[in-house]
Antibody, heavy 120, light 107 residues
């Protein structure tokens, strides 16, 4: 059974960085890419970027490409999303998601979400 | 980025009602549209992919249709457990983008 388990909530000051982890299980880690999305309170979903777990290749939304880094640790079967220069508008639940087999963009499996609060 | 516009933004209906949500894309996205259900405090769950295909395990009362710029999502007979917010998502262009959501309540 596929599961994605994320790290816990974080509270950060404006200007700081946050690093959220995602640990997929139930499948071969390098068989699927992993995406990151976020959802601000009461808002819709926003795609941040993806990582190819085989070789670490990444793709980012242009809106975040100067502040986001997605990495993976194949020995630990974990994916990480780091967002820098945090501002209050970055307060959101951050999700990792794995697409359905044979797809890049059908977000079929999701982590439980990690709440990041940016507040002075 | 492709803008996805959902309508209505909220909807109240009775158990057993037929409910339809629409989603309009700012550009032609062929059939590259998914529908998700999200319950409070939970991650979204995909229901429909490629505009009209039901994901495995999803009840058949859910359906989707459309192509190009205009899409619809229907619940044929609303059940109490369908209370949630529903989102469309296009993936014809990167970045994939979502509609603003339709909040569905029981009347």
């Amino acid at each position: 059974q596929v599961h994605l388990v994320q790290s816990g909530p974080e509270v950060k000051r404006p200007g700081a960085s946050v690093k959220v982890s995602c640990e997929p299980s139930g499948y071969i880690f390098t068989d699927h890419i992993v995406h990151w999305l976020r959802q601000a309170p009461g808002q819709s979903l926003e795609w941040l970027g993806w990582i190819r777990t085989t070789n670490g290749k990444t793709g980012y939304s242009k809106q975040f490409e100067d502040r986001i880094t997605i990495t993976r640790d194949t020995s630990a079967s974990r994916v990480y999303m780091e967002l820098t220069s945090l501002r209050s508008e970055d307060t959101a639940v951050y999700f990792c998601a794995r697409p359905q087999s044979g797809s890049y963009w059908r977000f079929g499996f999701w982590g439980q979400g990690s709440l990041v609060t940016v507040s002075s | 980025d492709i803008r996805m516009t959902q309508s209505p933004s909220s909807l109240s209906a009775s158990v057993g009602d037929r409910v339809t949500i629409t989603c309009q894309a700012s550009h032609d996205i062929n059939k590259y549209l998914n529908w998700y259900q999200q319950k409070p405090g939970k991650a979204p769950m995909i229901l429909i992919y490629d505009a009209s295909n039901l994901e495995t395990g999803v009840p058949s009362r859910f359906s989707g249709s459309g192509s190009g710029t205009d899409f619809s999502f229907t619940i044929s007979s609303l059940q109490p457990e369908d209370i949630a917010t529903y989102y469309c998502q296009q993936y014809d262009n990167v970045p994939p983008t979502f509609g603003q959501g339709t909040r569905l309540d029981i009347k």
